[in-house]
């Protein structure tokens, strides 16, 4: 079992930055990978960006050159550093990891969930 706890999330303007941490606990092996998605007001839930067990990252268009995604395997965390803020950035946060291996941007291919940390932006 895996747990996850996101926190960073909160008020910015627009063009500001955040920082975005998520603590795994429990049994993961370097194999796996993790992601990040967010679900805005009246949205589905959209992938974000994802890092591999080589650290290897891959970005959903709409965060690319902005967004980037790194860990701390000492300390079981990772990380999405969100830079040039926009309001179309507001929403809920989860981080998210997968057992199986190589790039994943669809929902189902994640075995566990973190609760989701918000993150507004104003204009």
């Known amino acids: 079992q895996v747990q996850l706890v996101e926190s960073g999330g909160g008020l910015v303007q627009a063009g500001g930055s955040l920082r975005l941490s998520c603590a795994a606990s429990?049994?993961?092996?370097?194999?796996?990978?993790m992601g990040w998605f967010r679900r805005a007001p009246g949205k589905e839930r959209e992938f974000v960006g994802g890092?591999?067990?080589?650290?290897?990252?891959y970005y959903s268009d709409s965060v690319k050159g902005r967004f980037s995604i790194s860990r701390d395997k000492d300390k079981n965390t990772m990380y999405l550093q969100m830079n040039n803020l926009k309001p179309d950035d507001t929403a809920v946060y989860y981080c998210?990891?997968?057992?199986?291996?190589?790039?994943?941007?669809?929902?189902?291919?994640?075995?566990?969930w973190g609760q989701g940390t918000q993150v507004t932006v104003s204009s």
């Open positions: 998210a990891v997968a057992r199986a291996s190589g790039e994943r941007n669809y929902r189902g291919a994640y075995d566990w």
């Open positions: 429990g049994r993961i092996f370097s194999s796996y990978g």
């Open positions: 890092i591999l067990s080589g650290d290897w990252t």
